[in-house]
């Protein structure tokens, strides 16, 4: 496995990596990720997808990419915040698919995006489902620490499920 810059290519792996996380609640509603009620359309993958590449361009947003095998398997995204006053703030979401997990892609990919962050962003912020110490310990093996809880935070099968809310301040450059 390696970890790379975002390309034009990934997009249709990274697509289909995504639309899998719904059939993948489906099986286990504990999964650890929020998603959409309605799977989002190709159109809306599209102007996702170039939203991120444009942000890299522009410097607004960090992306890192997993690939094996030639394929991403999984990517790491910090965006600027938009509030204006809010844009020294990046908030952090990670997809890893399920035939990458276990081996170390997601490490990776925060170790990746998070050396990219300095200089860019003075916090990087995330949200974790609180029935996912797995990956809460992650983010805290980066030094990532918890600032709040939302009660609450998801609705999903008629449960609900907390979010723990971490935030991280990446050394300057």
Known sequence: MKVRELRWEDFPALVENYYALYEEVREDPDLG?????????????????????????????????????????????????????????GGLGILVARSARGQGAGHALLASALGQCRGKFDIVTLSVFATNSRAQ?????????????????????????????????????
């Not at 997808?49 to 607004?60: E, K, N, Q, S, T």
């Not at 990419?65 to 999984?74: F, I, Q, S």
């Not at 609450?152 to 907390?162: H, Q, S, T």
């Open 33 to 89: 990720i929020t998603l959409p009620k309605e799977r989002p359309t190709m159109a809306e993958e599209v102007e996702w997808f170039a939203g991120r590449y444009r942000g890299v361009l522009d410097g607004d947003a960090v992306v890192a990419v997993a690939e094996m095998d030639g394929r991403a398997v999984g990517v790491c995204v910090v965006d600027r915040k938009k509030v204006p006053e809010c844009q020294h703030i």
């Open 137 to 173: 310990r992650l983010y805290e093996s980066f030094g990532f620490r918890r600032y709040g809880l939302l009660p609450k935070g998801v609705l999903r099968g008629g449960r609900y499920i907390d979010l723990v809310e971490m935030s991280l301040e990446p050394p300057r450059v």
